[in-house]
C-alpha cells in the first residue's frame, strides 16, 4: 500500500523585476512511497528537496499537483497527528528545556497527559537526552537540537517519519545512533522518508531511492537495481613504487607507496594494465573489482543530467 | 477555547515571562516609589491628580511598548528562526496559531497591567492615606487601557504576519500615535469639504480610537465614566481586534514558509 502517493506536484517562483519569469523549484513530480520502507530523497544541495518536504508538511504552497499521506490530502489537518517531522537545521523555543519542548509539541499534536509524560521521557532515553532533559535548549549543541529535533517527530507515535538531512550536525556515533533508530522505526513498521546529501547513509539504509537534480527527478529505485548498470571499476596493485609510462598513458591517478603502487581503473582497460605490468617486469600483487557505489551511480547521474542540460541550452 | 490555542497562549505567556518582560515591573516600581515620595513633598493638595496622571500614563506607555515589542516579532520572528516548522507540521490550524499568539500576548499585558495597578494604587495610598469610593473609577481607566492593549497587540499581529519586525514597529507606533488622536481626526474631517475631508473621515473611521479609550485626566480629576461609554468601548475594542485578527488570518493563511 501506497502511504506517500504524490502526483503532479511542482513549485514555481516568479523572479525577475516585473516577476515574470518563472523559475522551477520542484518540476511536477510523481512518486509513491510503500507502507514500511525506508525512503531516501537524494540530491545536491538546492535540488529541491526541503521545498518538497515543506510542501508536503503544507509549510510552501504547492503551484500545482497533489499529494496525499497515509490516503488523505495534505491539506487535512487530521493527518498531521499521524506523521512526524523534522525540519533540516532544526530550531526551537530556546528559553524551554529539552522535556518541556517535548510536552509542548505532545499537546499540540493532542497525546494525553499521562501518556504524553511517559512518551517524553522514553524519547528523551531513546535519543540520549534524559541527562540533559531538564537544560535549557539554548545551552544545547548542535547535535543535542538535532537529538531533541528527531524526538519530537517521533513524539506522538506517528505512523509516517518525515526526516530532512537527520545525519547533518551529529558526530559519528550520532549518525550510527540515527542510522540505528531508522531501522528500529522500520522494524515497528513505520514509514520513514528522509532527505539527505550524505550517500553512504542512503545506501546503508534505504530500501529504494530517488534522485533528484535541479527540481527535476532523474530515477527512483533500490539502491541495488540502479547500482547494476554503473560501468565496473577494478582496481589494480603491484609491488614496487615504479609506473611504467604505459600505464600513465592510461590517463589513471596512481597511488604510490613505499613499497607498492595501485590503480584504479576502468574494466576495459584491465588487460592493458596487465601487459604493461608484464612488460615492465612489475610483480601483480592483486586485481579486485570495485563495486559500484550509490555515488557512482548518483555522480553519472548528474554528469549524464548537466550533460543534457548543456545541449538543449 | 481549543486545548492548541490555549496551549500556544500558555507558551507565547511562558515564552515573555523567561525572557524577562516582567522585568520592566521593577523600572515602574520604582517610577511610582520615586513619584510617590516626589508628590508628597512638592503638591499640596493635587496629589491624587498627579500620581494619578503619572502612573496610568506610566501603564498605558509600559504596556503599549511591550505589546508592539512582543507582537511585531510574534509571527516573523517564528518564521526567521523556523521555530514555525515545527508547529505547523502538528494538527495545528494557522488561525489557531494566530490566535492562540494573541491570547498570549493579550495574557501577558493583562498580568503586567494587573500588577502595575497594584501600584498605582499603592502609591495613590501612601500620599493620600485613603482609599476613597472615587478610587474605583481607576479601575475603570485601567480597564480601557487594557482595551488598548487588546487593540494594538491585534494591529502589531497583523504586520507581524507579513511584515518584517522593523517595518511593523514602524506601523505600529504610527497606529497607536495617529489612534491617539483620532477625535482630533473625526474633527478636522468634519470641517474640511470636498474629497480630502471624505478621505480624513475615512481614515478617522479606520485607525484605531486610542482617544476614546483614554480617560485618564478625566478620572484623575475625580470624574465618573459612563456606563454607556464603557459598554460601547468595550464592544468597539472586542470588534475592532476581531476584525484586525481576522485580517492577520486571511494573510497568514496564504504565506508559504521560507
Redesign the interface.
Same mark, same amino acid.
Given at each position: 500500500m501506497s502511504v506517500i502517493e504524490i502526483a503532479g506536484l511542482e513549485k514555481t517562483y516568479s523572479t525577475g523585476f516585473f516577476r515574470k519569469t518563472k523559475k522551477f523549484a520542484l518540476r511536477p513530480l510523481e512518486l509513491r512511497v510503500e507502507q514500511g520502507e525506508i525512503f531516501g530523497y537524494l540530491g545536491p544541495n538546492g535540488a529541491g528537496k526541503t521545498t518538497t518536504l *515543506?510542501m508536503l508538511?503544507?509549510?510552501?504552497?504547492p503551484s500545482g499537483g497533489s499529494a496525499r499521506i497515509l490516503g488523505m490530502d495534505i491539506n487535512d @489537518? *487530521?493527518v498531521? @497527528?499521524r506523521?512526524g /517531522?523534522l525540519?533540516e =537545521?532544526?530550531? /526551537?523555543?530556546d528559553?524551554?528545556t529539552g522535556r518541556e519542548l517535548l510536552d509542548?509539541?505532545g499537546?499540540? @499534536?493532542?497525546v494525553p497527559s499521562k501518556q504524553r509524560r511517559e512518551r517524553v521521557e522514553s524519547l528523551l532515553h531513546r535519543v540520549g537526552l534524559s541527562d540533559s532533559a531538564g537544560t535549557q535548549l539554548r545551552k544545547y549543541s548542535k547535535g543535542m537540537l538535532q537529538r531533541v529535533?528527531i524526538a519530537?517527530a517521533l513524539l =506522538?507515535d506517528p505512523e509516517v517519519v518525515f526526516l530532512d538531512e537527520p545525519m547533518s550536525g551529529l558526530d559519528p556515533i550520532g549518525r550510527r545512533e540515527v542510522r540505528d533508530l531508522m531501522e528500529q522505526l522500520k522494524k515497528e513498521g513505520k514509514t520513514v522518508f528522509f532527505s539527505t546529501h550524505i550517500l553512504s547513509d542512503a545506501e546503508a539504509l534505504c530500501d529504494r531511492v530517488a534522485i533528484l537534480f535541479q527540481g527535476e527527478l532523474l530515477r527512483v529505485g533500490a539502491v541495488a537495481d540502479l547500482t547494476a548498470n554503473v560501468q565496473g571499476k577494478v582496481e589494480v596493485t603491484w609491488s614496487g613504487a615504479t609506473v611504467p609510462p604505459s600505464i600513465r598513458a592510461l590517463g589513471v591517478e596512481c597511488h604510490i607507496t613505499s613499497d607498492t603502487a595501485r590503480i584504479v581503473i576502468d574494466e576495459q582497460k584491465q588487460d592493458a594494465a596487465v601487459d604493461a605490468l608484464r612488460a615492465a617486469n612489475l610483480r601483480m600483487i592483486s586485481l579486485v573489482p570495485v563495486r559500484a557505489t550509490l555515488e557512482d551511480y548518483f555522480v553519472q547521474q548528474l554528469k549524464t543530467s548537466r550533460k543534457a542540460m548543456a545541449v538543449s541550452a | 477555547m481549543n486545548s492548541r490555542i490555549l496551549t500556544i497562549a500558555s507558551n507565547t505567556f511562558r515564552e515573555a515571562v523567561r525572557d524577562r518582560v516582567l522585568y520592566n515591573l521593577i523600572a515602574f516600581a520604582l517610577l511610582m516609589v520615586g513619584a510617590a515620595i516626589l508628590v508628597g513633598q512638592i503638591s499640596i493638595g493635587i496629589e491624587r491628580l498627579v500620581v494619578l496622571n503619572l502612573g496610568l500614563t506610566a501603564v498605558s506607555v509600559f504596556g503599549m511598548l511591550i505589546a508592539i515589542f512582543i507582537g511585531i516579532g510574534l509571527v516573523s520572528k517564528e518564521i526567521e528562526k523556523r521555530t514555525l516548522y515545527t508547529v505547523l507540521s502538528r494538527p495545528v490550524r494557522r488561525w489557531e496559531f494566530i490566535v492562540g499568539k494573541y491570547f498570549g500576548l493579550a495574557g501577558t499585558l493583562v498580568v503586567n497591567t494587573f500588577l502595575m495597578t497594584v501600584g498605582v494604587l499603592g502609591a495613590l495610598f501612601y500620599v493620600s492615606h485613603k482609599i476613597e469610593r472615587l478610587d474605583a473609577w481607576v479601575l475603570v481607566a485601567v480597564y480601557f487601557i487594557v482595551l488598548q492593549f487588546l487593540i494594538i497587540t491585534a494591529l502589531t499581529l497583523l504586520f507581524s504576519s507579513f511584515s518584517s519586525t522593523i517595518m511593523s514597529a514602524v506601523f505600529a507606533f504610527a497606529l497607536f500615535v495617529i489612534g491617539s488622536f483620532a477625535e482630533d481626526l473625526r474633527g478636522f474631517a468634519e470641517i474640511t469639504p470636498g474629497i480630502a475631508g471624505m478621505l480624513a473621515k475615512g481614515a478617522a473611521y479606520v485607525v484605531p480610537n486610542f482617544s476614546a479609550l483614554n480617560v485618564i485626566t478625566s478620572v484623575a480629576h475625580g470624574e465618573t465614566v459612563a456606563g454607556k461609554l464603557i459598554f460601547f468601548n468595550t464592544a468597539y475594542a472586542i470588534f475592532y481586534s476581531a476584525a484586525v485578527l481576522a485580517g492577520a488570518v486571511l494573510i497568514f493563511d496564504r504565506r508559504s514558509m521560507k
Open positions: *515543506k508538511m503544507g509549510l510552501v504552497f @489537518s *487530521k498531521k @497527528s506523521i /517531522f525540519p =537545521h532544526p530550531y /526551537f523555543y528559553y524551554l509542548y509539541y499537546q499540540l @499534536s493532542g529535533g519530537q =506522538h | -
